[in-house]
């Protein structure tokens, strides 16, 4: 089966983008030292790439993200150094044994320009660690998450080790010389998180007061509803001493839509516009199959064997 085309309907389009762990093992343990690792890598990779991120949090066995690439081509950039040097680091301080950490590559999920539709998928990102009923308030998770972060009381910090440069300063270092000191080649990194393009214009006080509202809906809605069925949350002291082999026990696995939109016009538009997409390309396929060299492809694809096509503003 071949893999779904990457797709932006243009330039800065909003995009929810997901990843779990392979067979949902919780890899992602929230402790200390793995929220160092996440936000130590996508602060690196942000400094690299340029990566507007909006939101992002990081259960034990999957990602979600809120971004606004700037084409195709950086969201590509972007998260394969983000998803290979997370797998690479936890596996590394797990001692996990095999070649895979992901189940899959990224996938990631157009969101409309509708403000409803925003929102709703910015909400959908902040309830994470509580709809579980794993803590009670998102500011509760003990892995990374935005929500503190978004209300302006916190930044997400974390550490970038240099593994190439420290393993190359050992390689030279002389047998009379000091050992290398690890430290040298670890850098803190800020993720820096963006408003929504729906709140860009807001000040920063009303934001957090539209995040502030938002997460005390949250709160209160999971409150009545663990009431109404009797439950308790899992609580911070079990989820850090859950092993990382292990798993959920009705890992979620419905299917993910096309598109994330607030009106049917929105998500015909845009669907549309995914298939004017496949056509154009599979269309210049089938021309470069046959010998055509000079065929073009549309803009923000990958064609098979030749250069990105830029996408156009």
């Known amino acids: 089966m071949s893999r779904k085309l ?7 389009s909003l995009v929810e983008a997901t990843i779990r762990t392979e067979g949902c093992h919780f890899y992602l343990k929230p402790t200390p030292a793995v929220r160092d690792v996440v936000l130590g890598v996508i602060g690196k990779a942000q400094e690299k790439y340029g990566m507007v991120i909006h939101a992002v949090v990081a259960m034990s066995d999957h990602m979600h993200y809120l971004l606004s ?3 195709t081509q950086q969201q590509a950039l972007f998260f394969a150094f983000v998803n290979a040097n997370i797998a690479k680091e936890l596996k590394r301080l797990f001692k996990l044994e095999g070649s895979h950490f992901w189940d899959r590559p990224f996938r990631a999920i157009v969101v409309s320009e509708e403000p409803a539709a925003q929102i709703r998928r910015l909400r959908y990102n902040l309830q994470h660690g509580v709809k579980e009923d794993l803590v009670e308030r998102p500011s509760q998770w003990p892995g990374v998450h935005s929500a503190k972060a978004l209300l302006g009381e916190e930044e997400l910090i974390g550490t970038w080790f240099d593994r190439t440069a420290y393993y190359w ?35 920063d006080d009303q934001r957090h007061q539209v995040v502030r509202e938002m997460l005390d809906d949250i709160e209160e809605l999971a409150r009545a509803d663990r009431k109404k ?3 308790q949350v899992l609580g911070v002291a079990k989820i850090l001493s859950q092993p990382v082999d292990a798993r959920p026990k009705n890992p979620k696995k419905s299917p993910a839509p096309s598109f994330h939109t607030a009106s049917k016009e929105a998500f015909k538009q845009l669907i549309g516009a995914f298939r004017e997409f496949c056509y154009a390309f599979r269309e210049a396929a089938e021309k470069l199959k046959s010998g055509n060299w000079a065929v073009s492809f549309p803009p923000g694809s990958f064609p098979p064997g030749l250069p990105y096509v830029p996408m156009t503003a």
Request: hydrophobic letters at 30%; charged letters at 40%.
């Open 229 to 231: 069925r009797g439950v």
């Open 69 to 71: 690439p700037k084409d």
């Open 169 to 203: 300063a050992c390689h030279r270092r002389k047998p009379d010389e000091p050992a290398v000191d690890e430290d040298a080649f670890k850098t803190r990194y800020k993720v820096e998180l963006s408003p929504l393009p729906c709140l860009a214009d807001l000040t």
């Open 6 to 12: 990457r797709f932006l309907p243009k330039p800065n």
